[in-house]
């Protein structure tokens, strides 16, 4: 080894770093996730922006009946519709995004400094979509389960039993569950505790838990407060009377169905503008299309005994 303040006898890493060129990656945005909710919803064109939901009025009071082999009167009948359907308008989730024409010209290599500024913006759009499709306080699905469709937890904590009543409750072609990852691990909590751990399948490349073989999907835009989160269950799909995403298409500029981007100009003081815009809602056919296990406990554990049997 050479002493120090001996003179070098080859070139050091510091200098050989000067005429080296660095790997970079893209910029990296820790918000973005698989938005799975998103992926498993039916999309539906709407016309102008809006959204009529007719139904059946009075469905009870169809009057059928079984023919015997006589002559007698057949029942007469018909089958109303509500005189003031529901009608979801599309709601805008919208930002303008600002880059420098400098810094565009001067540092767009190796990575195009737009594109990555738009895709980072568009990305944050589409969690804030998912959310809203969760969340929203009109057409979001917590704000949409009627009384008769809510149950709470027989203990607090998410167990098999309660799933199995929450599955009485949207029977008819179930799609899968919906809940804060925490909500996911306190159910698998409780099945370990009981002997009975969740088989998995296999969706989109990922692995997921399941109960009586349907998915629990998980989201963070689920909340979670006071340690207590919600679970929901889904019927999806137009066909099938159940839930379904609302998107504009035909939209100037579009880049995927119900998102746009346009550019706005540059200014006076050469920054470049670009309107993005993402057109959504959600709507639920029918009542029973929708679930809800409310007030989950996410924070209850459980110690095992650590003797052995002789």
Request: overall charge negative; some cysteine.
């Amino acid at each position: 080894m050479a002493e120090s303040g001996q003179a070098p006898q080859a070139l050091g890493d510091s200098a050989a770093r000067q005429l080296s060129n660095t790997t970079k990656s893209a910029p990296q945005l820790a918000t973005i996730t698989p938005r799975w909710l998103v992926h498993l919803l039916q999309w539906l064109p709407v016309e102008a922006g809006v959204y009529r939901l007719n139904k059946v009025k009075n469905p009870g009071q169809v009057k059928i009946a079984c023919a015997e082999r006589d002559e007698a009167e057949l029942p007469q009948t018909f089958v109303d519709y509500e005189d003031q359907p529901r009608e979801y308008f599309l709601n805008a989730v919208t930002t303008i995004l600002d880059v420098h024409t400098r810094i565009s010209d001067l540092y767009n290599s190796p990575h195009d400094q737009i594109k990555e500024q738009l895709r980072l913006t568009i990305e944050t759009i589409k969690e804030h979509q998912e959310s809203q499709l969760i969340n929203n306080p009109d057409y979001g699905l917590l704000a949409n389960v009627v009384d008769e469709q809510r149950i709470l937890p027989l203990g607090g904590a998410p167990t098999p039993d309660d799933l199995d009543e929450l599955l009485t409750k949207v029977w008819k072609e179930p799609a899968f569950f919906l809940t804060h990852p925490l909500g996911i691990a306190a159910f698998g909590r409780e099945c370990t505790r009981r002997g009975v751990p969740p088989p998995t399948v296999s969706l989109f490349g990922s692995q997921f838990l399941t109960w009586r073989g349907l998915p629990l999907i998980p989201s963070d835009k689920v909340p979670v407060a006071d340690g207590k989160t919600k679970i929901l269950l889904l019927r999806v799909g137009e066909k099938r009377q159940g839930v379904v995403g609302l998107f504009q298409p035909g939209l100037p500029g579009e880049q995927s169905p119900g998102l746009s981007v346009r550019f706005m100009g540059i200014d006076r003081h050469a920054i470049a503008s670009y309107l993005i815009s993402l057109y959504c809602s959600l709507a639920i056919h029918t009542d029973d299309a929708v679930g809800l296990l409310d007030d989950v406990e996410v924070g209850k554990y459980h110690d095992y005994a650590d003797t052995y049997r002789a």
